[in-house]
């Protein structure tokens, strides 16, 4: 019995471990898909102001047209940093307060339908972005990103600098 439980312990081991290598991919094909349909969003929203800035007036939302401007540049400029993964954490954080304030705002109903009716809540506009943010935030960009490229330059250039001190 015993070497049965340690058996399936080596293959479950042995499994997960080859499994780990599927996660920076996949964050950068989450990253990549969903970055960039975030940034066409922001790039609409930049080219109708007037009406972006109507519908924050609906909501009753201060200075619209400077909200409009805001929230366009934070999902144009989140979404390509969120592909690229870099700042990822920040641009994570920063996208899933936005998003999460589109669905207090924008979509409430929705909001408040998280328990009685959750297809409707996760049908809403912002639900993917949102999850997508979420998981950047948690998780990071992955090994596949501008930010781990950042750490590993400038990770060899302390080395190489503190290196050079010493000798």
């Given at each position: 019995m015993?070497?049965?439980?340690?058996?399936?312990?080596?293959?479950?081991?042995?499994f997960?471990?080859l499994v780990?290598?599927l996660q920076?991919?996949?964050l950068l094909?989450?990253?990549l898909y969903w970055?960039?349909?975030?940034?066409?969003?922001?790039?609409g929203?930049l080219?109708?102001?007037a009406n972006?800035a109507?519908?924050f007036?609906?909501?009753?939302?201060p200075?619209?047209?400077?909200?409009?401007?805001?929230i366009?540049c934070?999902?144009?400029?989140?979404?390509?940093?969120?592909?690229l993964?870099?700042?990822?954490?920040?641009t994570g954080l920063?996208l899933t307060?936005?998003?999460?304030m589109?669905?207090?705002l924008?979509d409430?109903e929705?909001?408040?339908?998280?328990?009685?009716?959750?297809?409707?809540f996760i049908?809403?506009a912002?639900?993917?972005?949102?999850?997508?943010?979420?998981i950047v935030?948690?998780f990071?960009a992955?090994?596949i990103?501008?930010?781990?490229?950042i750490a590993?330059f400038?990770?060899?250039q302390?080395?190489?600098?503190?290196?050079?001190v010493?000798?």
């Amino acid at each position: 019995m015993d070497n049965l439980i340690a058996k399936i312990r080596q293959w479950h081991d042995r499994f997960f471990s080859l499994v780990s290598y599927l996660q920076s991919p996949f964050l950068l094909f989450v990253r990549l898909y969903w970055g960039w349909q975030l940034a066409q969003s922001g790039w609409g929203k930049l080219h109708h102001l007037a009406n972006v800035a109507e519908y924050f007036r609906t909501l009753g939302l201060p200075m619209p047209a400077q909200m409009a401007v805001f929230i366009a540049c934070v999902e144009f400029f989140g979404g390509i940093f969120l592909a690229l993964g870099l700042a990822s954490r920040v641009t994570g954080l920063v996208l899933t307060v936005n998003l999460s304030m589109a669905y207090v705002l924008g979509d409430r109903e929705a909001l408040l339908s998280f328990f009685s009716d959750p297809d409707k809540f996760i049908a809403a506009a912002p639900f993917a972005f949102l999850i997508v943010s979420l998981i950047v935030l948690i998780f990071g960009a992955g090994k596949i990103s501008a930010d781990a490229a950042i750490a590993f330059f400038f990770g060899h250039q302390r080395v190489k600098h503190s290196n050079s001190v010493v000798a």
